[in-house]
């Protein structure tokens, strides 16, 4: 995640440089627009944190999938941990976060802890509803006594229909999340191009108090026109 971190920080530092270059013609704008680059940074790192859980919720039936074969096949729950890592390897990167949060799992198991507590551990870490369901239903099912392969069986039937359903909202937004990149960049070609061929065209909004209040305005409008484009075009699952 440190990786994304670094690059969310330069990706919304050099927004923040062009945007300020291109509409008040001095990258030193970049200081006074530190609060907006605050705020970038929280909501790219947040993003990044909610683009993370949603990949651990798609690839968290593939992993039950794959406990739920070694399951049918008499393994117990630590050992069909570990058969599912082998398949989880071949499925997806070595980093992906399903590989990761099994990994840890198996170590736990390895060292003692009881399935029920290091199941539901990775539900309560995961941020992810679905896997915190599955977590509280494995531990009653243990607790009880009942079916481990028909509880597992039961939330990938569940997970499967909720994530064609997922699949399909988000072909649909898809092309309203490219119209929004669109209008996003627009602004910018526009003043590049005004900037490079016809320069003396926008030159009174970059003289004077007037010009500048009248472009600070004008940024003002387009940063809270994104930020309401990207709300209509993004959805949470």
Known sequence: MFVVYVKVFFRNLLFVVLSGFLFFRTPWCALWLGPYLLYRLHRDRKEAEEKRRRLLASQFRDGMQCMLS?????YSVPNSVDAA???????FDE?????????RMSHRLRNGEDSETVIRD???RSGVEDIRNFSVVFSIANRSGGDIVHVIRSVNDMLYQKQEVIR???TVLLAKQLEVTIMRWMPFLI????GLFA???LEPLYAGITGRFIMLVIYVLYLLLCSY?????????
Do not use: C, H, Q
């Open 70 to 74: 070694s399951l049918e096949a008499g």
């Open 85 to 91: 890592i082998k398949d989880l390897r071949v499925m």
């Open 95 to 103: 980093r992906a976060p399903i590989v990761v949060a099994f990994r």
């Open 122 to 124: 990775f539900g309560e």
């Open 168 to 170: 399909e909202i988000r």
């Open 191 to 194: 003043l590049a191009y005004f």
């Open 199 to 201: 320069p003396s065209f």
């Open 229 to 237: 484009a990207e709300k209509i075009a993004d959805i949470t699952m």
